[in-house]
Structure formats: C-alpha cells, structure tokens
C-alpha cells in the first residue's frame, strides 16, 4: 500500500479540521477592518523589494486575531494580516504574529495578553540573496488596542489606531518603512469569507524562506478549500486564512 505524499497529507488534513470547525484551522476568532497602508521606503540599504523601498499608498484589510483561541483576556499567540491591494497585480498577504522585538526572539511566537505590541513574521523572506524579517511595531502615538476581541472593536471604532511596518535582517534592528492605519470594522460575514494566501500572494522580488513555508502553503491552502474560501476571497476592494 502507498501513500499519498506528504503534500496532500498535510492539505487534507487541514481541509478536514476546517470542515469540522466550519471556520479557519488557524485563527479562528478575530476582528477585520478597512485600512490604508502608507510606505515611506525604507532607509539606509535598500532591500530590494520596490514595495518596501518605494514610496506609495495602498488600501488595505486588517485582521487581528487570537490562534488557539484562549477565552477572553488569556494569553494567545496573536495573529495580524494585512493585505496591500494593488490593482491591478496580485495583492501582498503581510501575516505576523506576536512576538518580542530583540533579533533573537523575533523568529519565536509568543503568547501575550494586548493587541498592542510587537508581530513578527517569525519565518523569514528571501529577497535575491537576502534574508529579511517583517514586522509590525507598536506606535508609541497610537491608542491601545485592547485586550480582548471586543476591547478592540471599541478602540478601534473611538481612535483610528496605526503600527509601523517595518523590516529587518536576522540580527541587525528594525527598520521602519511605512505605516498601516486601521478603519472601520468589517462585518461578521466579510470576516468570514476573507482568506489570507502568505506564500502566494507577495511581491514578486520576495519568497517565503525556511522549512516551514512549505508546512504554511499547504497548511494554509487545506484550510481555504475546507471553509470554501479562495486565495482571493472576501470584501468589496479584491480581498481573501
């Protein structure tokens, strides 16, 4: 007896929890929003990627999310997806999840109880011969954004909340190259059709890197089929976990 390749284990199984929660297989429970992402470019050496290095605005989606999902105020990994909308190309699907700032910690997710902190890629991207880390960085002028699912409605909803975008390499600091507002709150239907493709939908001078983006892409893709979602599904400017 054979059996399937590793591929289509991994992507039926993810399809399977996905039918049976009939929702994500990965952060479930969340919050999406209307945005506008700003990008200034990055300074110093360019990395490379025109979306970074470029200056430009994009209308985006914002989801933040919890991953297990823990009730309430516990401490969960937390998700935030961000999707550039760039007509009429392909859109660039930016998933980060709660980490610390230090380079040495940046590539672990970890639990924390606020919306408000640290997302790091964790996993990183590869531009030419580059290795490069995104994250999401706490606006120091911006409101908190709470700590729980309705807290961040309510922040959201009283102050138009932001974090700066902001890239890396493996040991050297974050550097900002932009900014990512978030606006009105979607509605519980939009969230549930939005469907986040992290591997496919990039720039085209960036690639996912590591071991595991093969594990995320079809991870990822098992879940879209299992809801019934596409990697381009949901919301009303082109949107698609």
Same mark, same amino acid.
């Given at each position: 007896?054979?059996?399937?390749?590793?591929?289509?284990?991994?992507?039926?199984?993810?399809?399977?929890?996905?039918?049976?929660?009939?929702?994500?297989?990965?952060?479930?429970?969340?919050?999406?929003?209307?945005?506008?992402?700003?990008?200034?470019?990055?300074?110093?050496?360019?990395?490379?990627?025109?979306?970074?290095?470029?200056?430009?605005?994009?209308?985006?989606?914002?989801?933040?999310?919890?991953?297990? %999902?823990?009730?309430?105020?516990? %401490?969960?990994?937390?998700?935030?997806?961000?999707? $550039?909308?760039?007509?009429?190309? #392909?859109?660039?699907?930016?998933?980060?999840?709660?980490?610390?700032?230090?380079?040495?910690?940046?590539?672990?997710?970890? %639990?924390?109880?606020?919306?408000?902190?640290?997302?790091?890629? *964790?996993? &990183?991207?590869?531009?030419? #011969?580059?290795?490069?880390?995104?994250?999401?960085? @706490?606006?120091?002028? &911006?409101?908190?954004?709470?700590?729980?699912?309705?807290?961040? &409605?309510?922040?959201?909803?009283?102050?138009?909340?932001?974090?700066?975008?902001?890239?890396?390499?493996?040991?050297?600091?974050? #550097?900002? $190259?932009?900014?990512?507002?978030?606006?009105?709150?979607?509605?519980?239907?939009?969230?549930?059709?939005?469907? $986040?493709?992290? *591997?496919?939908?990039?720039?085209?001078?960036?690639?996912? @890197?590591?071991?595991? @983006?093969?594990?995320?892409?079809?991870?990822? #893709?098992? &879940?879209?089929?299992?809801?019934?979602?596409?990697?381009?599904?949901?919301?009303?400017?082109?949107?698609?976990?």
């Amino acid at each position: 007896m054979s059996w399937p390749p590793p591929a289509v284990l991994t992507e039926r199984a993810a399809r399977a929890v996905a039918r049976l929660r009939r929702d994500r297989m990965l952060h479930p429970a969340g919050r999406s929003f209307a945005g506008a992402v700003l990008v200034w470019g990055t300074s110093g050496r360019p990395t490379g990627v025109r979306l970074l290095d470029r200056p430009g605005q994009y209308p985006a989606t914002v989801r933040l999310s919890k991953g297990t %999902p823990t009730p309430g105020t516990w %401490p969960d990994v937390l998700g935030l997806a961000v999707r $550039f909308h760039r007509p009429p190309g #392909r859109p660039f699907d930016l998933l980060v999840s709660s980490s610390a700032t230090a380079p040495v910690l940046r590539h672990l997710p970890l %639990p924390r109880r606020r919306f408000t902190g640290t997302y790091s890629s *964790v996993m &990183s991207y590869r531009a030419g #011969r580059r290795r490069l880390w995104l994250a999401a960085l @706490a606006d120091p002028e &911006s409101p908190d954004l709470g700590q729980d699912l309705a807290g961040l &409605s309510t922040a959201v909803a009283a102050g138009r909340p932001r974090l700066v975008l902001a890239v890396a390499s493996a040991a050297g600091p974050w #550097r900002p $190259f932009g900014q990512v507002t978030i606006g009105d709150q979607l509605s519980a239907r939009e969230d549930a059709g939005l469907a $986040f493709d992290p *591997v496919g939908n990039l720039p085209e001078e960036l690639r996912l @890197a590591g071991p595991l @983006a093969w594990l995320r892409q079809h991870t990822y #893709r098992g &879940s879209r089929r299992g809801r019934g979602a596409t990697a381009q599904s949901g919301g009303s400017t082109g949107l698609t976990v």
